[in-house]
């Protein structure tokens, strides 16, 4: 069963993560973690331990210089040294797979300092949820990002595919179901534009889901160390909304 699924039997999606705890999930965390700062020195790059509310005006100020065509993004060779030793990035994206979508862009930052996730449809599976445990929980980033954009191609079929029951070809109808419970929603709403309206209720389905997703993103969303926000990305204007903070 996908997570999305799961997220809506939450009596299956509890089961499951009793399963992973009972693999000893904690134990490996805190292996890992103990790895990434081995020397115990300071982080590769200390301008990236920030606050949840630090972390996302980072963010937004970095949209803002792209959008303004005002870049500050440096060589590689300035952070190369410090990063050959680690990373710690001081935020996690889940972004679609569209080529027109590149978080480092636009949100003008380098190498070092986005944990990005992505694909069509930025919507959670099981090894996107891991890989933004391992980003937030072991790296030490402070927030999540949930990165919806306009025109999105992995929506659109997921309305084709309700609207016309039918199964997508080869493996593309996955993307269309995880997307189907936004259509859903969408339709029993009735909006003038229903495409604008799933591409918002995926992202705010997804930004629920990391929030209450045990034991590990839960537990650091309640501690405060950790934000989940949900951003739209507008290809017309390069600016991304927040629709969720
Ligand atoms: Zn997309």
Same mark, same amino acid.
């Given at each position: 069963?996908?997570?999305?699924?799961? +997220?809506?039997?939450?009596?299956?999606?509890?089961?499951?993560?009793?399963?992973?705890?009972? &693999?000893?999930?904690?134990? *490996?965390? #805190?292996?890992? #973690?103990?790895?990434?700062?081995?020397?115990?020195?300071? /982080?590769?790059? /200390?301008?990236?331990?920030?606050? /949840?509310?630090?972390?996302?005006?980072? !963010?937004?100020?970095?949209?803002?210089?792209?959008?303004?065509?005002? *870049?500050?993004?440096?060589?590689?060779?300035? $952070?190369?040294?410090?990063?050959?030793?680690?990373?710690?990035?001081?935020?996690?994206?889940?972004?679609?797979?569209?080529?027109?979508?590149?978080?480092? !862009?636009?949100? @003008?930052?380098?190498?070092?300092? &986005?944990?990005?996730?992505?694909?069509?449809?930025?919507?959670?599976?099981?090894?996107?949820?891991?890989? !933004?445990? +391992?980003?937030?929980? *072991?790296?030490?980033? $402070? =927030? *999540?990002?949930? &990165?919806?954009?306009?025109?999105?191609?992995?929506?659109?079929?997921?309305?084709? #595919?309700?609207?016309?029951?039918?199964?997508? /070809?080869?493996?593309?109808?996955?993307?269309?179901?995880?997307?189907? $419970? #936004?259509?859903?929603?969408?339709?029993?709403?009735?909006?003038? @534009?229903?495409? @604008? +309206?799933?591409?918002?209720?995926?992202?705010?389905?997804?930004?629920?889901?990391?929030?209450?997703?045990?034991? !590990?993103?839960?537990?650091?969303?309640? @501690?405060?160390? &950790?934000?989940?926000?949900?951003?739209?990305?507008?290809?017309?204007?390069?600016?991304?909304?927040? =629709?969720?903070?």
């Amino acid at each position: 069963m996908c997570i999305q699924c799961e +997220y809506r039997e939450p009596t299956l999606r509890r089961r499951n993560f009793l399963n992973l705890s009972a &693999l000893g999930l904690g134990a *490996v965390t #805190a292996g890992l #973690a103990s790895n990434v700062f081995a020397a115990g020195g300071p /982080p590769p790059k /200390p301008e990236n331990v920030l606050s /949840p509310a630090a972390a996302l005006e980072r !963010l937004v100020q970095g949209n803002n210089r792209y959008v303004k065509g005002t *870049v500050a993004r440096n060589g590689f060779g300035t $952070s190369q040294a410090a990063l050959a030793q680690g990373q710690n990035p001081y935020a996690c994206i889940l972004g679609c797979a569209d080529s027109r979508v590149s978080p480092e !862009l636009l949100f @003008d930052e380098n190498q070092g300092d &986005l944990f990005v996730t992505r694909v069509a449809g930025n919507f959670v599976t099981h090894e996107i949820l891991a890989s !933004l445990e +391992y980003g937030t929980t *072991v790296l030490n980033a $402070s =927030i *999540v990002m949930v &990165l919806g954009h306009a025109n999105c191609g992995a929506v659109s079929a997921a309305i084709k #595919a309700v609207e016309n029951e039918e199964d997508l /070809p080869g493996h593309i109808q996955t993307l269309a179901s995880a997307l189907s $419970s #936004a259509v859903t929603t969408a339709k029993n709403n009735n909006p003038k @534009d229903l495409a @604008d +309206y799933v591409t918002r209720q995926n992202v705010r389905n997804n930004v629920q889901l990391l929030r209450q997703a045990t034991p !590990l993103l839960s537990k650091r969303v309640r @501690d405060r160390q &950790l934000r989940v926000v949900g951003g739209l990305y507008d290809i017309n204007t390069g600016r991304v909304e927040l =629709i969720e903070t």
